[in-house]
């Protein structure tokens, strides 16, 4: 995974925001790697470029090793299901579908029939093997973003990207994702690129990526305290300033 | 999997598409059904006659009929002969029929044809009840019904023959006049039966022979076509429908025209609602495709769920609204024919065809609704799935701009045509122009709808309800567009067919005032005409209707015929033109007996009382059974039976009020089947909408305001939505009415007013208005604990 001086402008013409500034960055395969920096810092638009989500306006990015620039919406679309994975702070789960049939729908949409059990297995990993026929409505919220990290997990991906997962949970919940996480990375060398704004999440990464502007004011290779985290993070928001 | 999941789970939010399917399905398959039970069928009067013989076709009329001659005497002779020569043909039997009602009944189109030679009553296998046949000239059996009592009225046909039993007698009116007859016996077929010489010496002559055969069917036909060559056209089994009557078919023609608009204009409503919605179902879902294509769905996949799911709710609502139509049909059926529309014995019967072309246009109308929605859904990023606020991008797309460009551009063409095109086209035209013009103002509608928002919401610029129902509004403009199209087409269609029927009358009202001499005339009562009897000894000038066939060249033309009292042979302008006839030059006529002459043209006149004038002796003498229309008296009127005095005028006012109560009629069913529609289509769309925003109206009272204060926003936004569908489809309508109107000033060479039916108009956007208000209030009021 890797990302070469990208740059992101919204807007037009005279009315343009920089929301990223020829960044540049690589993420290794079995890392985790947690992404920070105060609102606006382009931390999100960083990530939905790297995941090929939103086209950039220069630069380069590589998802495996593939560069997506010329890919067709198809192609890329193809080559996100397959190498990529998603949680979101919202769990976009899909709410006329059970827990199970959410977590086999990427396999499906891939036209892969999921081997016999994968499925339960792939529940049973993140501890909710008896809520398999369950509809998002029935589960709680940290619930959902466990279906949620099953699905990106069910199609062994080459990074998941992780955007605020724990964001709209409350603490247990919060840290129960986040050691799934954490276990993904050390049990099945899943690589990880997570954006948080919180410290205590970001102290379960591998290294921290600081953001402000639009550019990468530091990388600080972990495991990294939470308290230097948010030590860190306020004296970047002061400099903002 | 994924689309049937969605289907099941969703079904709420689909059933504004299935309602939409099901309703239009229902009335596409209930008026086809009408339509295709109303084609000719074989009499029942010659069911016991599988194979029969019709008169030659000499060309074909202006109602698309082959015009068919008659026989002459002595080529009926000869036909006969040839066909009973062959051994399976046990009878060759002449079929001709006349006038003839019982004295004290109302005609309701059918004593033209009550009127029968006894040997025909086997054509029908029908056997005598009592008494013997008739054996000469005043006598008569007759049958249990005579054909000219009011259908739908059954203690009228038990009365009907009543008191008639062999050895009394019946009072008749004929085409002679009042006559007497002998009853000789009675009857279980319909009609009047005479003796064969007096019945071919009544008719105006015989167009069908009926056989009755023995052995194989088709062999019979094929060896009698042999036997006679280009004297006859041999019609078989279901081919016996060519012999329907053609006082029978013109009943069927007027009640198919009604017929053909409902299914035209159902299935334009249908394509429309249909359509539409599907189009807001999927703009509703934005989101939730967004969340597939995160998932990992290509654009195609997205696109094919949507198809899928689309199909599985087309077939599901047309397996439902097919039968719904196919089983109101026949309720439909006796009305039709107790108001002449349909002959009497109509009845609707299950036609497969009809229900089943509406389940598929059903599929295809919602497959192809959703093809423009799914194409645009399907490029939704998906990123728009993280995106909270939904608020659209574009409301104009560029397929918009041209599909509503065109559409406009083929409507005003279509009016700027109108007055090029034949009389009867017009109607058409005008209603096709205008359903181009209102789908290219609904497609168009997201131009006008911002402006027209900010103008009509300007006094409330002040108040929340104001600002909020404004923003509202125009953040969701295709919203607006798709709730407000319903309207659009309801109040469009509205105007247009009430103001067209207004325009029309105007300028008939005022050219029918214009001709019409202050006098007396005598005029039919009860009866299809008046009798020879009722106009000899009238002082006045009276006109015989018939119709005779102009052979020219290799061509032949029918033309109606008038037979007046001392004129010349006299052609209008137009039809002298039609046969290539000039003053002096002769033209060759075939009369209602078969007969044939020349005759030099005397007079071309752009006033003749009919395309072509005879002498009227010469009428009566190859027409026995034709009718006077009505005399214009010039002394005091003599008495007589079927008929009545009264003045010009009053004569004049109800032939247009009759036909006006046709064309009002018309108008009920059309407007009651295109807007009761569109009206449903209105508070389907308009629940749909509101539904899907019940989070937003959650946000507006958790930021304070009351349920009263949603509500009152609620229904703002509805009466919003309905007055710009009213506007926009009232200028439509007022616009295609404009080239109705041009097309009938230019047609008639003089100014007309243009009749914008307000009353009509206001009245179904109001009836909109309310159905909006009440659709958008459920949702809300479903879920009153919003703030929960």
């Known amino acids: 995974m890797e990302i070469r001086a990208v740059t992101k402008r919204y807007g037009q013409a005279d009315n343009t ?21 105060p609102s606006g810092s382009g931390k999100s638009t960083l990530l939905h470029c790297a995941a090929g989500l939103d086209r950039v306006t220069s630069g380069e990015v590589l998802i495996d090793g593939v560069p997506v620039k010329d890919l067709s919406e198809r192609a890329l679309t193809r080559l996100r299901r397959s190498r990529v994975g998603f949680v979101f702070q919202a769990f976009n789960l899909i709410p006329a579908l059970t827990a199970a049939q959410n977590v086999v729908l990427p396999l499906r949409l891939a036209g892969r029939r999921p081997r016999p059990g994968e499925v339960a297995a792939m529940l049973a990993e993140v501890g909710l093997a008896e ?29 998941i990207f992780a955007d605020e997962p724990t964001g709209a949970l409350d603490a247990r919940s919060g840290l129960e994702i986040l050691r799934l996480l954490r276990a993904a990375v050390d049990r099945h060398g899943q690589t990880i690129v997570m954006v948080t704004h919180d410290p205590v999440a970001a102290a379960h990464a591998d290294r921290v990526l600081f953001l402000a502007d639009g550019r990468v004011v530091d990388d600080v290779a972990g495991p990294v305290g939470a308290e230097k985290i948010a030590v860190h993070t306020a004296r970047l928001e002061e400099s903002a300033r | 999997m994924t689309a049937w999941a969605m289907v099941r789970h969703r079904f709420a939010s689909f059933a504004g598409t299935f309602v939409a399917i099901a309703l239009g399905v229902a009335v596409v398959a209930g008026s086809v059904t009408l339509y295709l039970s109303s084609r000719p069928q074989p009499p029942e009067r010659y069911r016991a006659s599988p194979v029969m013989v019709q008169a030659p076709s000499v060309g074909i009329n202006d109602y698309g009929e082959p015009e068919i001659r008659s026989w002459t005497p002595d080529e009926l002779a000869e036909v006969s002969g040839r066909l009973e020569q062959d051994p399976r043909i046990t009878a060759a039997i002449p079929d001709p029929f006349f006038y003839v009602q019982r004295q004290g009944t109302a005609d309701h189109g059918m004593a033209r044809l009550a009127g029968h030679s006894w040997s025909s009553a086997a054509l029908g296998g029908y056997q005598l009840a009592t008494g013997h046949a008739p054996a000469k000239k005043g006598e008569v059996v007759v049958g249990a019904s005579q054909g000219e009592v009011s259908v739908g009225a059954p203690a009228d046909e038990a009365g009907a023959t009543a008191g008639l039993v062999p050895g009394g007698t019946i009072e008749v009116l004929t085409a002679v006049g009042p006559e007497t007859w002998t ?10 039966y005479v003796s064969d010489d007096d019945a071919l010496a009544r008719a105006s002559g015989v167009r069908v022979i009926g056989l009755t055969v023995t052995g194989d069917q088709e062999q019979v036909a094929d060896g009698a076509q042999a036997r006679i060559g280009g004297a006859g056209t041999v019609r078989a089994g279901p081919e016996r429908a060519a012999l329907e ?11 198919a025209q009604l017929l053909i608009a409902m299914v035209t204009l159902g299935a334009f409503a249908t394509v429309f609602v249909v359509a539409s919605t599907c189009a807001l179902t999927a703009a509703q879902r934005r989101r939730e495709l967004g969340l597939l294509r995160t998932a990992g769905a290509t654009p195609g996949q997205v696109r094919r769920m949507m198809y899928a799911e689309t199909a599985l709710i087309a077939v599901f609502a047309g397996l439902v609204g097919a039968p719904v139509g196919s089983a109101l049909a026949p309720l ?7 108001l002449d529309l349909e ?35 399907s490029r939704v990023p998906p990123l728009a799935a993280l995106r909270e606020a939904a608020a659209e991008t574009r409301s104009m797309t560029p397929a918009r701009w041209v599909f509503g460009l065109l559409s406009a551009a083929g409507g005003a063409a279509l009016l700027a045509a109108m007055p090029a095109m034949a009389t009867q086209s017009k109607t058409t035209a005008g209603m096709g122009a205008a359903m181009l013009l209102i789908t290219a103002a609904a497609l168009l509608a997201p131009v006008v709808i911002g402006p027209l928002v900010r103008l009509v919401t300007a006094p409330w610029r002040g108040s929340a309800t104001g600002m909020v129902v404004r923003e509202g509004t125009l953040t969701g403009v295709r919203r607006v567009a798709s709730t407000a199209a319903p309207v659009l087409v ?13 325009t029309i009358n105007e300028a008939a009202g005022v050219d029918e005032a214009a001709d019409i001499p202050a006098a007396t005339v005598l005029a039919p009562d009860g009866t299809p005409g008046l009798s020879e009897a009722a106009v000899r000894g009238q002082a006045g000038s009276s006109r015989l209707d018939t119709r005779v066939l102009v052979t020219h060249g290799a061509a032949t033309t029918g033309e109606y015929a008038a037979g007046i009292a001392g004129s010349a042979v006299t052609l209008t302008p137009e039809a002298a033109g039609e046969v290539g006839a000039s003053v002096g030059s002769a033209i060759t006529l075939r009369f209602a007996d078969g007969a044939q002459t020349s005759l030099p043209v005397r007079r071309i006149d752009a006033g003749a009382a009919a395309p072509v004038v005879l002498p009227r002796d010469l009428v009566r003498k ?85 349920l009263g204060q949603v509500l009152r926003v609620t229904t703002a936004e509805a009466v919003l939505a309905a007055v710009v569908g009213a506007l926009l489809g009232g200028a439509v309508g007022v616009f295609s009415l404009a080239g109705v109107r041009a097309a009938v000033e230019d047609e008639l060479g003089r100014k007309v007013a243009l009749m914008i039916p307000w009353d009509a108009g206001l009245g179904v956007t109001a009836l909109c208005a309310l159905l909006a208000v009440g659709a958008t209030a459920v949702p809300v009021l479903r879920r009153p604990g919003l703030a929960r």
Not at chain 2, 187 to 192: A, C, L, R, V, W
Not at chain 2, 490 to 502: D, K, Q
Request: proline residues 6%; neutral net charge.
């Open chain 1, 131 to 159: 809520r398999a026929g369950h509809r998002p409505t029935e589960l709680s919220g940290g619930q959902q973003q466990r279906v949620a990290i099953a699905r990106a997990l069910v199609t062994r991906p080459a990074v």
């Open chain 2, 332 to 338: 439909l059926a006796r009305p039709m024919t107790d």
């Open chain 2, 343 to 377: 002959p009497p014995g109509f009845e609707a019967t299950w036609q497969p065809a009809a229900a089943g072309g509406a389940i598929l246009l059903g599929l295809i109308v919602a497959l192809a609704g959703v093809a423009v929605a799914a194409r645009r859904a």
């Open chain 2, 490 to 502: 309801t109040v469009g269609m509205t105007v247009l067919l009430v103001g067209m029927v207004a």
């Open chain 2, 622 to 706: 190859h027409d026995p059974d034709a009718l006077t229309s009505m005399v214009v008296l010039t002394g005091e009127p003599r008495p007589a039976a079927g008929a009545r005095v009264m003045t010009a005028r009053g004569y004049a006012e109800e032939q247009v009020a009759e036909e006006g109560d046709l064309v009002d009629l018309f108008l009920r069913v059309l407007i009651g089947l295109t807007a009761g529609y569109t009206a449903i289509a209105v508070s389907n769309t308009l629940l749909m909408a509101t539904a899907a925003r019940r989070q937003e109206f959650r946000a507006l009272r958790l930021a304070g305001a009351g």
């Open chain 2, 183 to 192: 009853v000789t016996g009675t009857t279980d077929g319909p009609g009047f």
């Open chain 1, 17 to 37: 925001v920089t929301a990223l500034d020829a960044v540049d960055a690589r993420f290794d395969p079995g890392t985790f790697t947690a992404v920070m920096g």
């Open chain 2, 245 to 255: 009557p053609v006082e029978v078919t013109r009943i069927r023609w007027i009640g």
